[in-house]
């Protein structure tokens, strides 16, 4: 059975004091979320220290936004995943589609990562998606289907159980616009197949796949029943505690 996931990134929001009170009152509520339902919040590399206190023994994961492409050294600015771990990290999201627009992310460097990320023992979570010109231009497939060869099928099946991909069109993200179900499941379906293509049928079943694009309380229901969505990746909702629980339990 692969495990549901309802992650939250926080992006660039809040101060230290905001986000330890926003992350108080997810697990506050969190014993309302399904027994087998997993939250993680995603917050920005000055919360991660006292946000693990606040987080350490309960149901509530804590996860990175990015991390280093180097193990370690003359790297001004950067946070390496040994790092991470020391600070009480057990997920990482890599190749949000702000980094790959605005810094540059590339799948090579993805790649350099992930791959750092999961010698060290971070989960990564791996976002994938089209932009607003590619799916008019009906690439979204193509497009999703080249992000995932030219970065997990680097990876072994092995270090696949690792990995949960996070599938967010970039045309929702922020806009208010989601993707309906039906267009959500049908690029789910098709990551799921790509996947199974190199690793096999097993380990894709296996395999969480999110969605991620203005997933809210009033959508994530009918998102969330399809059969190859695994739970969301949430932005804006996230940054509101009852929002994001009430997303928990749209399973
Ligand atoms: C995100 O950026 O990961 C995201 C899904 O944002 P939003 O929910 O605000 O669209």
New binding site residues.
């Given amino acids: 059975m692969r495990k549901k996931i309802v992650a939250g990134?926080w992006?660039m929001n809040t101060t230290v004091p905001e986000g330890v009170e926003l992350a108080k009152a997810v697990v506050a509520k969190s014993s309302e979320v399904p027994a087998g339902v997993e939250l993680v919040v995603a917050a920005p590399f000055t919360h991660l220290c006292p946000l693990a206190g606040v987080l350490e023994g309960t149901k509530v994961g804590l996860s990175a936004e990015n991390c280093a492409d180097k193990e370690k050294g003359a790297y001004t600015g950067e946070v390496s995943a040994a790092m991470l771990v020391s600070a009480g990290c057990k997920y990482t999201i890599l190749g949000?589609s702000?980094r790959r627009q605005y810094y540059g992310e590339t799948d090579a460097k993805l790649v350099d990562k992930t791959r750092l990320a999961l010698a060290n023992g971070l989960d990564v979570i791996l976002c994938v998606g089209e932009n607003l010109e590619e799916r008019d231009a009906g690439r979204h497939f193509d497009v999703c289907g080249e992000q995932i060869k030219n970065v997990l099928y680097n990876f072994s099946a092995e270090e696949l159980k690792h990995i949960v991909v996070a599938y967010?069109p970039v045309w929702?993200?922020?806009t208010g616009k989601t993707a309906s179900a039906e267009q959500a499941e049908e690029i789910h379906a098709f990551i799921r197949k790509t996947i199974a293509e190199k690793f096999g049928a097993e380990a894709a079943e296996e395999t969480s796949i999110l969605y991620?694009?203005?997933?809210k309380p009033s959508n994530a229901a009918e998102l969330f029943a399809q059969k190859d969505i695994d739970g969301g990746?949430?932005?804006?909702?996230a940054l509101n505690a009852d929002d994001f629980i009430a997303i928990g339990k749209s399973f």
């Fill in positions: 990134n992006k949000h702000e967010e929702a993200i922020g991620g694009g203005s997933c990746l949430i932005g804006g909702a």
